[in-house]
């Protein structure tokens, strides 16, 4: 493949990596993003990476980031490794052939994002140089994990006005976002403005949507009984990725943009796969379809 295209991939839980990837990597998937869930627990990275690397030989394909989705900043619970997990994961991400490892910033539970910036800026400084010492980026993605700016148990790092915080209190050029429009409709927010913006920020893109019901908000209001958004597969939701992938371009991206599945309302269950590749197709026809050289 031509790497003047930026990749399409999808997501995909670490821990089955080794059995999936094989199934689905002839469907024309061109790179995969790897999570573990608050914990890599006793799995042995530089065996998997391994087993990965003969998997992907003979394909083009890459192993775009390596995550690790729980709250570093408690060390509680079920969150007791995961600051240990971010730590495995960037000494390990090189075996992978990524330099991106992606995750929640966590925060302190149930207390407003400003009283969580003194933790972050305590964890990710060490974490950011450890980073940057073995050539790796750290990309927080924008879920709010159902909280808000005065409550939570996950993430900080899903609005704007937080980002500016983080980025101040820890102002490592190896810090970014892993971005998606998905969240930002969720809240309101408008993604492209919000893109724009941030586009020298963003080092990974989830491929994944929404679909605003702006009738039920108009009636209903955000705090009713009606749902007002869906999470969705991108091609079946409300974003012009045309749009999107121009402004990562022109921007200067150089990353991937994997599909987060598992969320739509209609393409799941024995359709997820169906809608997966739907989106691989769109997303892939929205940066220009293949790479065709110039006439000589």
């Known amino acids: 493949m031509n790497q003047k295209l930026m990749r399409i991939g999808t997501l995909i839980g670490a821990s089955d990596a080794v059995r999936v990837i094989p199934q689905i990597v002839g469907l024309g998937f061109e790179s995969f993003s790897l999570n573990f869930w608050q914990t890599t627990g006793s799995m042995d990275l530089a065996e998997t990476a391994k087993q990965v690397r003969e998997i992907l030989s003979g394909h083009d394909a890459v192993i ?136 020298h920020k963003v080092f990974h893109v989830h491929g994944k949507d929404a679909t605003v019901a702006w009738d039920l908000v108009k009636e209903y209001g955000v705090y009713g009984s009606k749902s007002f958004a869906w999470h969705r597969t991108p091609g079946f939701g409300d974003t012009n990725w045309t749009d999107i992938i121009t402004i990562l371009m022109q921007g200067g991206y150089k990353g991937t943009i994997d599909i987060e599945g598992w969320h739509d309302p209609v393409y799941r269950d024995d359709l997820e796969m169906t809608g997966q590749v739907h989106a691989l197709w769109y997303l892939k026809n929205c940066r220009g379809g293949d790479f065709v050289p110039n006439p000589k």
């Open 64 to 199: 775009s980031t390596i995550g690790i989705f729980g709250n570093p900043l408690t060390g509680t619970g079920d969150n007791r490794d995961t600051l240990a997990s971010w730590e495995r994961l960037i000494d390990a991400a090189h075996l992978f052939g990524t330099d991106i490892v992606t995750g929640f910033t966590g925060r302190i539970t149930d207390r407003p994002i400003d009283e969580s910036l003194p933790k972050f800026k305590e964890v990710f400084s060490e974490l950011s140089r450890r980073a940057a010492d073995k050539g790796v980026r750290l990309a927080f993605e924008n879920c709010s994990m159902d909280g808000t700016w005065q409550t939570g148990d996950w993430n900080i790092a899903h609005n704007p006005a937080a980002w500016e915080m983080m980025f101040n209190a820890v102002p490592a050029d190896n810090l970014g976002l892993e971005w998606e429009p998905c969240h930002q409709w969720v809240s309101l927010i408008d993604p492209i403005p919000q893109l724009r913006k941030w586009v």
